[in-house]
């Protein structure tokens, strides 16, 4: 095999503080309306935790739905969202938290409890505000580029990317694409871009339809054209339908494939392949699947001291190439 030709992902698990969103986009299968579901409870999520102890999981991704900045519960959503990271942690597993816009001060608050942070741009078009996005507040595209700049500012490793076939251009994909970069090469704290096609769902009420494939290949050359090197692109491979397309993306430039959980909670309708039919299928084609942390190596020495003690008994785990499948047992806590 040819060790060059390789693809990574973190073996993720999800935890969902609450589904309620005061946005409404078009495209979404995730929300439901607030005052309409309980938060999850600390209990609750240390069950789940639990469940991912036999599991080769790594990654605890705390993926909310948006509390109103306005509301009377931010500050109690806020801190939610920390103590739900801290259990992560003193549970052995590292927090990545997607909760869409924050403040500069929450993003410092959540920084002591995340090795990495994460928010899609989406897209920066204003155009989309008058269609999928005209109920959605916090699509502002100048809302989400502040918290890329602000999460460089607070030196916190973080994803972000793009949302495909929402009815945008390709050039608005090239201006999308030129924002980023030019944030990263102010803070160089972009770790990974992610290019997601839109994917119809159940829930969704805008009628658009699925982004072709080619679209998706065109959109991964194009990112490798524009963004520095030093960030990884990424495909989500339940939202490819074909093996061939997954190949075309990697030959492409693509070299991640994400948080791969039990469950997709954004695209409930397409399930995540399991990861020894991923491995076989690329195997099958000369690829190498090797697990990641949430963090990249070179972020390590940005994090708190305590975050880089529990980074480092991970990476202690996945330094012998060629990593395993088979559960990783999990370092004991050194947060609390």
Known sequence: MNTEKWVSFSPAGTLVPTYECFNRCGYCNFRVDP?????????????????????????????????????PRRAAWVQHLIDLCQLALDMGLLPHTNAGPLSYEEMAQLRPVNVSMGLMVEQVTPTLRQTVHRHAPSKDPTLRLQQLAWAGELRIPFTTGLLLGIGETREDWVETLEAIAQIHETWGHIQEVILQPHSPGQGQTWTGASLPATALIDSVSLARQILPADIALQIPPNLIAQPDMLFA??????????GISPKDEVNPDYPHPQHDQLQH????????LRQRLPVYPQYDAWLPQPLQVAVGNWRSRLQAPPPSLDPLPLPTSQMR
Do not use: N, Y
């Open 281 to 288: 299928c690329l195997a099958a084609e000369g690829w190498q």
């Open 249 to 258: 993306c990697l030959e492409a430039g693509a070299r991640d494939l994400g």
């Open 35 to 71: 005052g309409q579901d309980s938060w999850l409870s600390l209990s609750a999520a240390e069950q789940q935790l639990r469940t991912w102890r036999d599991r080769a999981i790594i990654e605890a991704l705390i993926l909310s739905g948006e509390v109103h900045p306005q509301s």
